[in-house]
């Protein structure tokens, strides 16, 4: 193997995982996907990587997270964390949960407007490689670029993660909305104003505010409001259709993280007092407090307020 080509440890084998092995492997990089399927235990698969990307769901990290606490890492193996959702009892994010469990190896959060589907497809693509650590960001960010993917540096983790956790959300609403041909004036408007209620969210948790309107925020946020490929966006539009919620997510392929985004971010905002007016429409809605018609007609007779 070339010395420039990298050790790559994949850790999840769902839609995300497959679609980032694909891109690495694209650069000629040894890449080895890990799920509970495989032969070998996670702590064999990793002694030799460069760098460990978790794609698994936020209901998996922590169990992962704690395998790999014990596993015998070289000193320099970065991690990278690409899931996007809240962990429900701790409230944390992905990257706040590998920071506290393994804090002594870099860390990079991967996030951006990435359908992995399109990926798999080899379509043009843009993501963010986020860390507070600028030479862990470079790392991991020429392991991912390609002709296909164009990788950007960022140095607020937190802000990307969030962007792409907290969208997930809104993509539910927007999935509603057009589910029930509200029209496109009402789908601007629902984007916009729910980018900023995402803004508030990310600032409670410490991250900078201009990150929101980067690939990682507006760029994630218009990816999946926009397309029937997003889990989320499918199950907003199937509840649209009279589906139930078990029955939006049991037609959906994967993880729709938005559900249990919109329980975690409740919980927060209430005790914060965040102001989430379209999140807590999308909540309620899941669960079943109140129809799609009182939550636009909810939505519609707010209070009226300055627009900033
Ligand atoms: N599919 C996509 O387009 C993108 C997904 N993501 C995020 O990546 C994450 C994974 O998404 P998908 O791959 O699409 O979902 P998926 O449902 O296709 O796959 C989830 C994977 O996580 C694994 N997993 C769950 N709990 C686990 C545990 N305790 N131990 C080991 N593995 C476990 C599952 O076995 C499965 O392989 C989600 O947070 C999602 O929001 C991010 C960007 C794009
Ligand atoms: O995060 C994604 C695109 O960036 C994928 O969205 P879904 O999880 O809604 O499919």
Redo the contacts with the bound molecule.
């Keep these: 193997m070339k010395s420039d080509l990298k050790n790559v440890t994949i ?9 980032l092995a694909t891109l690495v492997q694209t650069n000629q990089h040894h890449v080895q996907i890990w ?2 399927q495989s032969q070998l235990s996670l702590a064999e698969m990793v002694s030799n990587s460069d760098a460990i990307v978790s ?6 990290v922590r ?2 997270a704690e395998k790999l606490q014990t596993a015998k890492l070289q000193p320099h193996t970065v991690l990278v964390s ?4 809240l962990e429900p009892v701790t409230r944390q994010t ?1 990257s706040q949960i590998w920071r506290s469990l393994i804090p002594d190896h870099p860390l990079v959060v991967l ?1 951006g407007p ?4 399109e ?1 798999m497809m080899g379509q043009p693509a843009a993501t963010v490689v986020a860390s507070t650590e600028a030479s862990a960001a470079q790392f991991i960010q020429n392991i991912f670029a390609s002709r296909n993917f164009r990788v950007y540096t960022n140095s607020d983790p937190i802000g990307v993660e969030l962007g ?2 907290l969208k ?1 959300v809104i993509a539910i609403a927007v999935g509603a909305c057009d589910g029930l041909n509200l029209g496109t004036n009402a789908k601007s408007a629902l984007i916009t104003r729910s980018l900023i209620e995402i803004i508030r969210v990310g600032v409670y948790f410490g991250a900078q505010p201009e990150t929101f309107w980067g690939l990682s925020g507006l760029g994630d946020l218009l990816a999946t409001c926009n397309s029937n ?3 989320n966006y499918q199950v907003g539009y199937a509840i649209a259709q009279g589906l139930s919620l078990e029955e939006a997510i049991a037609n959906v ?3 729709a ?1 938005g559900v249990n985004t919109a329980n975690v971010l409740i919980e927060i905002s209430d005790r914060e007092k965040i102001s989430v007016p379209v999140s807590r429409y999308v909540y309620r809605l899941l669960k079943g407090e109140i129809t799609l018609q009182q939550a636009v007609e909810g939505l519609m007779e707010r209070d009226l307020k300055p627009e900033n």
Excluded: D, M
């Excluded at 990435?114 to 589907?117: A, C």
């Design positions: 850790i999840g084998s769902g839609a995300w995982g497959s679609a799920s509970r794609a698994v769901s936020i209901k998996g169990a992962i690409a899931t996007k959702g992905p996030s990435n359908l992995s589907k990926i792409g956790t997930n490929l997003s889990r392929q994967g993880t993280e």
